[in-house]
């Protein structure tokens, strides 16, 4: 009786791990191929609903509880990073008409496509509605302070978002540089027996992640009217002196 239960136990246990194997096979092989584009569009969309909803809520908590002229405040904004964009964009070579690009593109995605834009206006005709519709117009109307902050909200994150991108190439091009800098310094420092630290590397690499995280919150999200290039050159500056120190002390070879 005990044999046959260590054979069942057995071929029980060859099956599971026949199993297992040909689930990692379809999990890293074509199926995990096919899935990884649907996983990276998915994280984005889901990357992209937060930083809307972040800055809605930023938005709506000044424009309602802070500033004192409410919504006009937050157009002056817009005004003013599209003119800061527009610059950058010229500054860099760039085409300044991809931000306004940016920002119509967010606004038709969330607004135009949703059906909310043509709601508004159907709504403003003043045009004789069925009860369904009457609900729904009161509703909105009744909303309708917020909707516009929201409208004008989701304008000023595309107009930071392309900033943003703007400022991409100047970051990774500093990047780029001071990790072969760093690196070259390894190789000079192992060739003459300097000494190592794995932690210099791991805080260099941990400070390069917070660096990025609080510009990226402050491009997008600061109440008031941000000049990227403020915040992206001092920036580019500190991350390249952390990415030289970072890769200097990379203890691991090559």
Known sequence: MV??????MTVLRRRRELASRNASFHEGGFAGA??????????????FIGFLVVAWIVDW??????????????RS?????????????TWQGGVPGAVTGTANFLYALVFRVTGIHDMGMRFAEGAALSIPDTIVRNT??????????AMIGTQLLG?????????????????IVAATDGLTQRAIRRASGG????????????????LMAIGLL????????????????PLAATLGILARLQWAYYKKHL
Not at 165 to 175: E, G, I, N
Not at 195 to 210: D, G
């Open 77 to 89: 904004i817009l005004a003013a990073d599209l003119a800061h964009a527009r610059d950058l964009a």
């Open 195 to 210: 000494r190592e630290s794995a932690s210099l590397y791991h805080r260099a690499k941990h400070f390069q992640v917070v």
């Open 218 to 233: 402050i491009g997008l999200f600061w109440p008031a009217s941000v000049d990227i290039r403020w915040i992206g050159l």
């Open 3 to 8: 044999v046959r239960t260590g054979r069942v």
């Open 159 to 175: 107009v930071r978002l392309a900033t943003l991108a703007f400022m991409a190439p100047l970051l990774a091009f500093v990047y």
């Open 34 to 47: 096919l899935l990884a584009p649907l996983k990276l569009v998915f994280a984005l969309t889901l990357a």
């Open 61 to 74: 908590t000044f424009v309602f509880k802070v500033w004192p002229d409410g919504i006009e405040r937050l």
């Open 140 to 149: 909105y109307l009744a909303n309708i302070e917020a909707i516009e902050v």
